[in-house]
């Protein structure tokens, strides 16, 4: 897959099934996870980390920490389109962000913020990702750097950020 790298990183598309729905007629907040989780296999895949990486070494991704600001409600059929912005990275670990728009109408529906670290599967411990995947993610960061960062990043939660009119 050619990927632009001056417009938002856009790996994964998905339509919104029947099955998602809950009782409000709009996708319950299981599958946001869920679909967010396809964006992750996504990245995951272009940055040289992904299934077939798993299937042929002992290296995989465990998800430390993630956080989900839902914007606006998405309903049956509705496309999907997600942006991916990688944020920062180390040897060991991945802090990113997925946006997930509306792909017909363009609105903003919800973020992501994940934080994920690479695993040796034999070990069950914290390892050093491939060189070739840090080469990417530090390409990434770099053109994700000049780019605004997604609405609802690293936000404290409370009652106090503000009253509901």
């Known amino acids: 897959m050619t990927v632009s790298t001056t417009a938002p990183l856009v790996l994964h598309r998905e339509t919104v099934k029947a099955e998602w729905l809950d009782y409000n007629r709009h996708m319950n907040v299981a599958y946001y996870v869920l679909v967010f989780d396809h964006a992750t296999d996504a990245l995951c895949n272009h940055i040289g980390i992904g299934w077939d990486h798993t299937r042929t070494t002992s290296g995989s991704i465990f998800i430390l920490e993630s956080h989900i600001a839902y914007l606006q409600e998405v309903m049956l059929d ?6 991916t912005h990688v944020l920062d990275f180390d040897s060991k670990r991945i802090h990113f962000a997925h946006s997930m728009h509306h792909d017909r109408d ?26 070739a995947t840090l080469e990417r993610l530090a390409t990434l960061k770099a053109e994700h750097a000049a780019r605004p960062l997604p609405p609802g990043l ?3 939660m409370s009652l106090m950020a503000g009253k509901l009119t």
């Open 78 to 83: 509705d496309p999907l389109r997600f942006t």
């Open 106 to 131: 363009g609105y903003h529906a919800a973020t992501i913020e994940i934080m994920q670290l690479y695993v040796n599967l034999e070990t069950r411990r914290a390892a050093a990702m491939p060189k």
């Open 154 to 156: 690293s936000r404290k």
